[in-house]
């Protein structure tokens, strides 16, 4: 099982590497998880539409067909933990590849939004990505956690 975290960001800083990092060893061993950074496309010259049709393009490239794709999204479905880890249990049972979706400055494009299977929230709040893709992690681990009645998550 692999899950791909493509975000529209910059490459991991340190601490964003180690945080990741100390949740990740403890995930199952059959699972994979892989980060695709793409650059963000904003330039003075372009618009917010013609910035987002770029890295809807860059992020498209990255799909492989057939696999499970979430796209983060502040209007998509606001999930609890349990929930997500409901849908993290139909990923690993249906899908060899999930892929996780994180935007730029400006969001994800609204074609890349309508063509993922799910689109969900974190929160109505605004994240930096760095954090967000620690907190990704913790909530996959989180989700792992729920799934085998650790006490992880209580």
């Known amino acids: 099982m692999v899950f791909n975290i493509i975000s529209v960001s910059n490459k991991l800083s340190k601490w964003e590497s180690e945080g990741i990092d100390s949740y990740k060893k403890q995930l199952p061993n059959n699972l994979s998880l892989r980060f695709d950074i793409i650059k963000g496309q904003q330039h003075p ?19 492989k067909q057939g696999s499970f794709t979430i796209a983060f999204d502040l209007n998509g479905k606001e999930l609890d933990s349990i929930e997500f880890s409901k ?39 605004t994240f930096p990505h760095r954090l967000f893709k620690v907190l990704l992690v913790e909530q996959i681990y989180r989700s792992f ?10």
């Open 87 to 125: 849908l993290i249990k139909e990923c690993s049972e249906k899908n060899k590849i999930t892929n996780f979706l994180i935007g730029g400055s400006f969001g994800l494009s609204q074609e890349v939004i309508s063509s993922s299977n799910a689109s969900i929230s974190i929160s109505k709040m």
């Open 45 to 63: 010259k372009r618009s917010i539409s013609e910035i987002k049709s770029l890295e809807s393009k860059l992020i498209s490239s990255k799909i």
């Open 145 to 154: 956690s729920i799934l085998n009645n650790s006490p992880y998550h209580k």
